[in-house]
Protein backbone atom coordinates (compact mmCIF):
# COMPACT_ATOMS: atom_id res chain seq x y z
CA UNK A 1 0.00 0.00 0.00
CA UNK A 2 1.11 3.51 -0.75
CA UNK A 3 2.72 5.34 2.41
CA UNK A 4 1.55 8.74 1.54
CA UNK A 5 -1.77 10.66 1.64
CA UNK A 6 -2.59 13.43 -1.35
CA UNK A 7 -5.74 16.06 -1.69
CA UNK A 8 -7.47 14.22 -4.88
CA UNK A 9 -7.61 17.05 -6.30
CA UNK A 10 -6.15 20.98 -6.96
CA UNK A 11 -6.67 23.92 -8.76
CA UNK A 12 -4.48 26.76 -9.36
CA UNK A 13 -4.30 30.05 -11.44
CA UNK A 14 -1.99 30.57 -13.99
CA UNK A 15 1.51 32.24 -13.02
CA UNK A 16 0.72 31.55 -9.37
CA UNK A 17 2.71 29.27 -7.24
CA UNK A 18 1.43 25.51 -6.78
CA UNK A 19 1.61 24.26 -3.46
CA UNK A 20 0.86 20.47 -3.43
CA UNK A 21 0.72 18.76 -0.11
CA UNK A 22 1.57 15.51 0.85
CA UNK A 23 1.24 13.51 4.59
CA UNK A 24 3.74 10.73 4.88
CA UNK A 25 3.23 10.00 8.85
CA UNK A 26 4.96 6.70 8.69
CA UNK A 27 7.86 7.54 7.16
CA UNK A 28 11.16 5.87 8.11
CA UNK A 29 14.30 7.70 8.73
CA UNK A 30 15.86 5.70 5.22
CA UNK A 31 13.03 6.85 3.33
CA UNK A 32 13.33 9.63 0.60
CA UNK A 33 9.90 11.39 -0.56
CA UNK A 34 9.64 11.39 -4.27
CA UNK A 35 7.39 13.64 -6.62
CA UNK A 36 6.67 12.73 -10.08
CA UNK A 37 4.08 13.84 -12.37
CA UNK A 38 1.90 12.52 -15.52
CA UNK A 39 0.68 14.49 -17.99
CA UNK A 40 -2.07 12.55 -19.92
CA UNK A 41 -1.27 10.19 -22.58
CA UNK A 42 2.25 10.27 -20.88
CA UNK A 43 4.53 8.22 -18.68
CA UNK A 44 5.29 9.51 -15.51
CA UNK A 45 7.97 12.06 -15.25
CA UNK A 46 10.89 12.53 -12.83
CA UNK A 47 10.25 15.94 -10.62
CA UNK A 48 12.51 15.75 -8.08
CA UNK A 49 13.38 14.09 -4.14
CA UNK A 50 14.52 15.10 -0.86
CA UNK A 51 15.42 13.06 2.74
CA UNK A 52 15.11 16.12 4.81
CA UNK A 53 16.60 18.63 3.38
CA UNK A 54 14.42 21.26 1.01
CA UNK A 55 15.26 20.56 -2.73
CA UNK A 56 15.10 22.82 -5.78
CA UNK A 57 15.74 22.01 -9.36
CA UNK A 58 14.43 23.99 -12.51
CA UNK A 59 11.20 22.18 -12.22
CA UNK A 60 10.37 22.50 -8.65
CA UNK A 61 11.18 23.32 -4.78
CA UNK A 62 10.25 20.58 -1.98
CA UNK A 63 10.04 21.40 1.53
CA UNK A 64 10.07 18.60 4.03
CA UNK A 65 9.14 19.20 7.26
CA UNK A 66 11.18 19.20 10.31
CA UNK A 67 9.55 15.86 11.26
CA UNK A 68 9.22 14.56 8.02
CA UNK A 69 6.06 13.57 8.28
CA UNK A 70 4.95 15.79 5.52
CA UNK A 71 6.12 17.42 2.33
CA UNK A 72 5.31 20.16 -0.03
CA UNK A 73 5.99 20.46 -3.55
CA UNK A 74 5.70 24.19 -5.04
CA UNK A 75 5.52 24.49 -8.44
CA UNK A 76 6.85 28.33 -8.54
CA UNK A 77 4.85 29.75 -11.78
CA UNK A 78 2.19 26.95 -13.01
CA UNK A 79 1.45 26.94 -16.46
CA UNK A 80 -1.43 25.27 -18.51
CA UNK A 81 1.05 22.53 -19.58
CA UNK A 82 1.72 21.76 -15.41
CA UNK A 83 -2.04 20.35 -15.48
CA UNK A 84 -1.21 16.71 -14.28
CA UNK A 85 -1.68 14.14 -11.75
CA UNK A 86 1.16 14.52 -9.17
CA UNK A 87 2.54 11.33 -7.13
CA UNK A 88 3.77 11.60 -3.81
CA UNK A 89 6.07 8.46 -3.17
CA UNK A 90 8.46 7.43 -0.07
CA UNK A 91 10.92 5.11 -1.11
CA UNK A 92 13.99 3.40 0.55
CA UNK A 93 17.10 3.98 -1.35
CA UNK A 94 19.19 1.17 -1.57
CA UNK A 95 20.88 -2.06 -3.08
CA UNK A 96 18.66 -4.45 -4.66
CA UNK A 97 15.96 -4.12 -6.71
CA UNK A 98 13.36 -4.83 -4.13
CA UNK A 99 14.27 -1.53 -2.55
CA UNK A 100 14.05 0.55 -5.59
CA UNK A 101 10.62 -0.32 -6.65
CA UNK A 102 7.92 2.83 -6.61
CA UNK A 103 4.59 2.18 -4.97
CA UNK A 104 2.20 4.82 -6.59
CA UNK A 105 -1.15 6.31 -4.98
CA UNK A 106 -3.49 7.81 -6.17
CA UNK A 107 -2.19 11.54 -6.54
CA UNK A 108 -3.33 14.89 -6.91
CA UNK A 109 -5.49 15.45 -10.05
CA UNK A 110 -3.81 19.32 -10.62
CA UNK A 111 -6.20 21.61 -12.65
CA UNK A 112 -4.16 24.92 -14.14
CA UNK A 113 -6.83 27.14 -14.86
CA UNK A 114 -5.93 30.28 -17.34
CA UNK B 1 17.95 11.52 -18.45
CA UNK B 2 17.74 8.06 -20.00
CA UNK B 3 15.93 8.27 -23.63
CA UNK B 4 13.17 4.99 -23.52
CA UNK B 5 11.51 4.13 -26.43
CA UNK B 6 8.29 1.75 -26.02
CA UNK B 7 7.08 -0.17 -29.16
CA UNK B 8 4.40 -0.21 -30.36
CA UNK B 9 2.89 2.64 -28.85
CA UNK B 10 -0.91 1.31 -29.14
CA UNK B 11 -1.90 -2.34 -30.15
CA UNK B 12 -5.33 -3.70 -30.55
CA UNK B 13 -5.54 -7.64 -30.25
CA UNK B 14 -7.95 -10.27 -29.93
CA UNK B 15 -8.66 -12.42 -26.96
CA UNK B 16 -6.22 -15.73 -26.09
CA UNK B 17 -3.84 -14.24 -28.33
CA UNK B 18 -0.49 -12.84 -27.02
CA UNK B 19 1.74 -9.96 -27.34
CA UNK B 20 5.22 -8.76 -26.70
CA UNK B 21 6.06 -5.36 -25.85
CA UNK B 22 9.78 -3.89 -26.34
CA UNK B 23 11.39 -1.35 -24.33
CA UNK B 24 14.55 0.24 -25.45
CA UNK B 25 17.07 2.25 -23.68
CA UNK B 26 19.36 4.94 -25.33
CA UNK B 27 22.57 3.86 -22.54
CA UNK B 28 23.25 1.05 -20.20
CA UNK B 29 21.26 0.87 -16.92
CA UNK B 30 21.03 -1.11 -14.10
CA UNK B 31 17.63 -1.89 -13.50
CA UNK B 32 14.51 -1.97 -15.55
CA UNK B 33 11.02 -2.17 -13.96
CA UNK B 34 7.66 -2.90 -15.52
CA UNK B 35 4.35 -1.17 -14.68
CA UNK B 36 0.65 -1.62 -15.60
CA UNK B 37 -1.73 1.18 -15.57
CA UNK B 38 -5.47 0.03 -15.33
CA UNK B 39 -8.33 2.63 -17.00
CA UNK B 40 -8.19 5.62 -14.37
CA UNK B 41 -6.59 3.86 -12.10
CA UNK B 42 -2.50 4.72 -10.98
CA UNK B 43 0.32 2.49 -11.52
CA UNK B 44 0.99 -0.92 -10.37
CA UNK B 45 4.15 -3.06 -10.72
CA UNK B 46 4.57 -6.36 -12.62
CA UNK B 47 8.07 -7.21 -12.30
CA UNK B 48 11.99 -6.10 -11.72
CA UNK B 49 13.57 -6.98 -15.45
CA UNK B 50 16.98 -8.51 -14.00
CA UNK B 51 19.59 -8.99 -16.61
CA UNK B 52 21.14 -12.29 -17.42
CA UNK B 53 18.25 -13.73 -14.89
CA UNK B 54 14.83 -14.38 -14.33
CA UNK B 55 12.70 -11.41 -13.29
CA UNK B 56 11.22 -10.49 -9.84
CA UNK B 57 7.53 -10.35 -10.17
CA UNK B 58 5.22 -8.33 -7.51
CA UNK B 59 1.91 -10.33 -5.66
CA UNK B 60 -0.28 -10.91 -8.37
CA UNK B 61 1.91 -11.43 -11.28
CA UNK B 62 2.93 -14.97 -12.67
CA UNK B 63 5.45 -15.67 -15.18
CA UNK B 64 3.29 -17.29 -17.28
CA UNK B 65 0.89 -14.55 -17.78
CA UNK B 66 3.83 -11.82 -17.63
CA UNK B 67 7.03 -13.50 -19.21
CA UNK B 68 9.77 -10.86 -19.38
CA UNK B 69 13.26 -10.75 -20.86
CA UNK B 70 15.98 -8.52 -20.10
CA UNK B 71 19.14 -9.98 -22.40
CA UNK B 72 21.10 -6.41 -21.91
CA UNK B 73 21.63 -3.28 -19.84
CA UNK B 74 19.59 -1.37 -22.82
CA UNK B 75 16.43 -3.46 -23.66
CA UNK B 76 14.32 -5.66 -22.17
CA UNK B 77 11.05 -7.30 -23.15
CA UNK B 78 7.33 -7.84 -21.71
CA UNK B 79 5.13 -10.62 -23.18
CA UNK B 80 1.45 -10.52 -21.99
CA UNK B 81 -0.30 -14.04 -22.33
CA UNK B 82 -3.63 -15.44 -23.38
CA UNK B 83 -4.89 -11.81 -23.26
CA UNK B 84 -8.31 -11.20 -22.11
CA UNK B 85 -10.37 -7.95 -22.16
CA UNK B 86 -9.47 -7.34 -18.54
CA UNK B 87 -5.79 -7.43 -19.89
CA UNK B 88 -6.51 -4.38 -21.33
CA UNK B 89 -4.14 -1.24 -19.28
CA UNK B 90 -1.43 0.62 -20.61
CA UNK B 91 1.93 -0.90 -19.92
CA UNK B 92 4.71 0.99 -18.80
CA UNK B 93 8.82 0.33 -18.74
CA UNK B 94 10.55 2.42 -16.83
CA UNK B 95 14.91 2.11 -15.76
CA UNK B 96 17.57 3.77 -13.07
CA UNK B 97 20.69 3.95 -13.58
CA UNK B 98 21.40 2.71 -9.96
CA UNK B 99 19.46 2.41 -6.58
CA UNK B 100 20.39 5.98 -5.28
CA UNK B 101 19.20 7.42 -8.80
CA UNK B 102 15.26 7.73 -10.35
CA UNK B 103 13.49 5.95 -12.11
CA UNK B 104 12.24 7.25 -15.27
CA UNK B 105 9.47 6.31 -17.39
CA UNK B 106 8.45 5.67 -21.17
CA UNK B 107 5.30 6.55 -22.21
CA UNK B 108 3.94 3.53 -22.22
CA UNK B 109 2.24 0.46 -24.41
CA UNK B 110 -1.77 1.05 -24.75
CA UNK B 111 -3.57 -2.14 -25.19
CA UNK B 112 -7.04 -2.82 -25.96
CA UNK B 113 -8.28 -6.61 -26.06
CA UNK B 114 -11.50 -6.99 -27.85
Known amino acids: DAKTTQPPSMDCAEGRAANLPCNHSTISGNEYVYWYRQIHSQGPQYIIH???NNETNEMASLIITEDRKSSTLILPHATLRDTAVYYCIVRVVGYGGATNKLIFGTGTLLAVQP | SAVISQKPSRDICQRGTSLTIQCQVD?????MFWYRQQPGQSLTLIAT?????????ESGFVIDKFPISRPNLTFSTLTVSNMSPEDSSIYLCSVSRGSNQPQHFGDGTRLSIL
Open chain 2, 49 to 57: ANQGSEATY
Open chain 1, 50 to 52: GLK
Open chain 2, 27 to 31: SQVTM
